[in-house]
């Protein structure tokens, strides 16, 4: 659970767009991870942390995408209603959804981390339950860990005070998207 681009990408849609759309940001990351976690229990990532271009590819597109995210926000206005239901910004469900899945799937990080993790719970002749068990823990602690970051940036209170910085907290979402596409993309490329 540490700060980096999933979280500033549910902070960003939840003080932009409200509840509903952290809401749907986190639980579509959380898909995207549960989604990584089976692969992994089922020795798929293996593939993606072996094969080099694989793994530079799915970094070069997840660079790319948070790129394109940043460049939104520093293009942002920033103005946001105080409600936490009706934000000014308005954007289809489907995109907020689209941005925690893409964030979760175009990180090929997640893979090794699960490789790392399940490796000391696995079995060659694992049986679909304890697979299902292992990504459905992954997946609830993620869905759990994120939900709670948009219902806490949704509040009353700090949901008003947030949407009064909006376009200082757009700006700086968005400065600390690009700086880690350029990174990630310049790490990917063997720079």
């Given at each position: 659970m540490s700060p980096g681009p999933s979280l500033?990408?549910?902070i960003r849609n939840t003080v932009q767009q409200g509840?509903?759309?952290g809401l749907a940001?986190?639980?579509s990351h959380a898909l995207g991870v549960g989604l990584y976690a089976l692969a992994t229990a089922l020795g798929l990532a293996a593939l993606v942390a072996t094969q080099q271009a694989l793994f530079n590819g799915l970094t070069l597109a997840g660079s790319a995408y948070l790129l394109w995210l940043g460049a939104h926000a520093l293009r942002g206005t920033g103005r946001f209603e105080a409600s936490t239901e009706a934000p000014m910004i308005t954007k289809r469900?489907?995109?907020s959804v689209r941005d925690g899945l893409a964030m979760a799937l175009l990180n090929p990080k997640i893979a090794v981390f699960f490789l790392a993790l399940f490796s000391q719970f696995t079995r060659p002749d694992a049986g679909?339950?304890?697979?299902?068990?292992?990504?459905g823990t992954a997946t609830a602690v993620d869905a759990g860990w994120y939900a709670a970051v948009a219902l806490v940036l949704?509040?009353?209170g700090l949901s008003a005070w947030l949407r009064r910085y909006g376009v200082w907290i757009e700006r700086l979402t968005g400065a600390v998207l690009v700086f880690l596409a350029l990174t990630t993309a310049i790490r990917a490329l063997g720079g």
């Open positions: 500033a990408v549910v509840r509903r759309a940001t986190a639980l469900p489907w995109g679909i339950l304890e697979v299902a068990i292992l990504a949704s509040g009353q």
